[in-house]
C-alpha cells in the first residue's frame, strides 16, 4: 500500500473497516443460530472482535429485534429472532450476489 497517497490509504482503511464490521453482523447471526453464551460466541469468531466491539454488536442487533439475550445464572445466552434469521439470509443471498459480480468482472 505504499504507492497510495493518504487520501487513498484514508478511502481503503474505511472501506476494509466496513467490510469487516458488516462480515462481523453475519457471522454473529449465523452463529446464533444456535444459543451461545457471549463469551462463546466472541471465542467462536476469527479475527476474534474486542469485546467492547461484540458488546455494541448484540446491543445494536437485541435492539432492532435480531437477537434475544435470557440469562441463565450469571451467564446471558443470545439467540437469533425469526426476524435475525430473515436479515442473515437477505444478507448472505446479497453477498453471494455481490460475490458472483466480483469474480465475474476480473
Known sequence: MS???AFERLLVNR???AVEYGFLWIKVL???KRPHKYVE???SLNPRPHLATLHATLLMMRKMGLVKRQKEGHNSVYSITEKGEKVL???INHLRKQMRMILDFS
Do not use: N, S
Request: net charge positive.
Open 41 to 43: 460466541i466472541q471465542r
Open 30 to 32: 449465523k452463529r446464533l
Open 3 to 5: 504507492d497510495l497517497d
Open 89 to 91: 439470509q437477505r444478507a
Open 15 to 17: 472501506t476494509e473497516k
